[in-house]
Nanobody, 127 residues
Framework: QVQLVESGGGSVQAGGSLRLSCAASGGTYSAHYMGWFRQAPGKEREGVAAIDKDGSTTYADSVKGRFTISKDNAKNTLYLQMNSLKPEDTAMYYC?????????????????????WGQGTQVTVSS
C-alpha cells in the first residue's frame, strides 16, 4: 500500500522559515515525480514545487527564490525548505506523487493528475 506522510508544519511569523518532510513507503518513491501542493481555506489546491527522478525541479512563480524542493533517496524522503514566509503562504501543504511521464509545470496545474497524496500538514504564517 502506497503511503505518504508529511510532517514539519507549524506556525511562524512572516519572514520565518519551515522545512516540511514527506516520508514515502510502499514503492511511491519510484514515482517519476514528487511534489508539494497547498490549499488555503476557500481556495483550490495549487501546485508549489515538483522534482523528478533525476533531481530536476520546477516551482510556482509565487514561491520561486523562497522555497526549495529536494529529496533524499536513501531515506525515501521529500523535503520543502520554505524561507521568507509570507501570510499568503498559509495553507495545508500536501505531498503528492505522479507515476506517468508529464511536464512538471503541467502537473502542478493539475493536482488531480496525482497518483498518491499524503494527509497534509498545516502551515500558518502570521504578519
Amino acid at each position: 500500500q502506497v503511503q505518504l506522510v508529511e510532517s514539519g508544519g507549524g506556525s511562524v511569523q512572516a519572514g520565518g522559515s519551515l522545512r516540511l518532510s514527506c516520508a514515502a513507503s510502499g514503492g511511491t518513491y519510484s514515482a517519476h515525480y514528487m511534489g508539494w501542493f497547498r490549499q488555503a481555506p476557500g481556495k483550490e489546491r495549487e501546485g508549489v514545487a515538483a522534482i523528478d527522478k533525476d533531481g530536476s525541479t520546477t516551482y510556482a512563480d509565487s514561491v520561486k527564490g523562497r522555497f526549495t524542493i529536494s529529496k533524499d533517496n536513501a531515506k525515501n524522503t521529500l523535503y520543502l525548505q520554505m524561507n521568507s514566509l509570507k501570510p499568503e503562504d498559509t495553507a495545508m501543504y500536501y505531498c503528492a506523487a505522479r507515476d506517468a511521464y508529464a511536464s512538471m509545470p503541467w502537473w502542478l496545474l493539475r493536482p488531480y493528475r496525482s497518483n498518491a497524496w499524503g494527509q497534509g500538514t498545516q502551515v500558518t504564517v502570521s504578519s
